[in-house]
């Protein structure tokens, strides 16, 4: 089975910081995909890649940026944290074609 | 853009018979999904339908496709307190750098 693993579970960052979370998958897939989930509203595409070193923003991608140097890895990039960036953080994997994500566990990101 | 809702919440008896809803606005989908998202956990996919099917059975689950009106269901036979979960319907199609548009989610109580 292809294994999204998403390096922290929870973490707790101050205002202002640098945050780093970190997607690994071990199936060779093209795509990487980051959402949000906040209650309501469902989830919400921060950025995706479909190739190594390529990105395309997604719906809500200010705040944010990411970094793909290898294609079993896709980082997401919080530049200068803020308490509205707390959520959770759900990173994904598709191949090409694609049938269907594969989702990591997930990251819950406190921003106090 | 690409619009897919669902009604927030359903609440079923164990043994009784779920149905979860959803409408989708593109209407270049090629498949839709179904996932499923247990507490503290990431996304799982449940089932996929092609565009051109109507229905489609897996064990206890029936996806049902109105293409015309834009209308997906999964139908979950002999609901059990294990299927308490949150329910997303998604749309999209299988070309490089797809991706796909989720629904905010339904979440499923199962009662005794």
């Known amino acids: 089975d292809v294994k999204v693993t998403q390096s922290s579970r929870y973490l707790v960052k101050r205002t202002g910081e640098k945050v780093f979370l970190e997607c690994v998958q071990d199936?060779?897939?093209?795509?990487m995909f980051w959402y949000r989930q906040d209650p309501g509203l469902g989830l919400r595409l921060i950025y995706f890649?479909?190739?190594?070193?390529?990105?395309e923003k997604g719906d809500i991608p200010e705040g944010y940026s990411v970094s793909r140097e290898k294609k079993e890895r896709f980082s997401l990039i919080l530049e200068s944290a803020s308490t509205n960036q707390t959520s959770m953080y759900l990173c994904?994997?598709?191949?090409?074609?694609?049938?269907?994500?594969?989702f990591g566990s997930g990251t819950r990101l406190t921003v106090v | 853009g690409e619009d897919v809702e669902q009604s927030l919440f359903l609440s079923v008896r164990e043994g009784d018979s779920s149905v979860i809803n959803c409408t989708y606005t593109d209407s270049s989908s090629t498949y839709l999904y179904w996932y499923k998202q247990e507490p503290g956990a990431g996304l799982q996919l449940l089932t996929y339908i092609f565009s051109n099917m109507d229905m489609k059975q897996d064990q206890r689950l029936t996806v049902l496709l109105n293409k015309k009106d834009k209308h997906l269901s999964l139908r979950i036979a002999d609901t059990q307190t294990g299927d308490s979960a949150i329910y997303f319907c998604a749309e999209g199609n299988t070309g490089t750098a797809s991706k796909l548009t989720f629904g905010t989610g339904t979440r499923l109580q199962v009662t005794l």
């Open positions: 994904a994997s598709s191949a090409t074609p694609n049938y269907g994500y594969t």
């Open positions: 199936m060779d897939h093209e795509n």
């Open positions: 890649s479909y190739d190594v070193k390529m990105k």
